[in-house]
């Protein structure tokens, strides 16, 4: 079955996820994007090395022009911060080459699904959506799907479960102010913090641990594999590759990725992440669970930032176009050319 994916950034994330999807047979053919044209040629060549041994796949150093016919484009271009460089800068810069990519490669991929890695990713995808044209259910940020396998990871090695047992979120900005929402946190069919009562076993083991000590290592973790290592970049890419598989195999699935929020929870306009269902045509629903009211809270103060990033940063600059069309002046984003009654 032909199953193209384009990948645009070939730095440490980039790469990763391409190895990773030959590895697990994702797709049928990979092509890689990048401005270093020779870090391209070295990773593709490397992981083509490799395949004689996996599952047939064609990967290849690429322009935009290769990406005709992609099924899936994941952007995991970035540059990363210098020194004295403020975050908002670093934001504004990562915006301007997202801005950049979606003009480059919507004109001929644009009826992929479109995966935003990216960092700062709810902003990325925010940006992306508003910006590229492409249908909002079509742009789907990695969000906080990362922080959640790190949770469910830590989780199980604190309960001794296998990781597919547990059923826990991370909820709002992949970032700073993401939350857990323990309110709904599950052991198989249980509430995770009841667990304890509800659990027997010959062997019993000790339980006890601290939400709030899980809840800080969940998102100090990229801060420390950043201080160890330099980058972090298998997770991440195993995570995408999950959500890859999801797509290409057809099945509705519940993940926390991020996309366009509309009122729900009283939150609009921004993108973050909560439980959506994620199908071969991208985003085709929202699971609303209830939450507590200090859980509503964390999801708005997760809004609220992300929103004020949105506020500090130029997005349509470079992008709008002001059409003269009978004696009214539109403008429209360069996008909607072709479809002008969209702009009004
Ligand atoms: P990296 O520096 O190793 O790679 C970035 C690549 O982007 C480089 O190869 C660079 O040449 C390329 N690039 C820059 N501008 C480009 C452009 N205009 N067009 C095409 N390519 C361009 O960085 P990395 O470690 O691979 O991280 C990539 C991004 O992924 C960063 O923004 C990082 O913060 C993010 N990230 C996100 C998550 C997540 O959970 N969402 C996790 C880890 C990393």
Redesign the pocket.
Known sequence: MNRKVTI????????SIAYTAVVKGVASEIVL????KD?TLGEAMDIRQGIPFCTPCDIYAGDYADAVGSDIVVI?????RKPGQSRIDLTQT?VN?IK??AQKIVPYAKDALYVI???P?DIMTYVFTKVSGIPEERVI???T??DTSRLRSSLADHLAVSQKSIHAYVLGE?GDSSFVPWSIAQVGCVNLLDYKNKFSCKDQKDFDFDKQEIETYMKKS?GTIIQRKG???YA?AI?VCHLLECIFSQSNTSMTVSSMMHGEYGIEDVCLSIPFIVGPDGICGKILPDLTEEEIAKLHNSANMLKSVIAQIEIWFNLNLILIVGNKIKMANIFDWFNIEKAE
């Open positions: 645009i950034g070939a730095g440490s994330v980039g790469a994007i990048d401005i270093n870090k995991t271009s970035g540059i990363p990562n080459i950049d990519i890695v990216s960092n990713v940020g990695s969000g799907l990362l992949h990229g980058a972090t970049f991440i995570s």
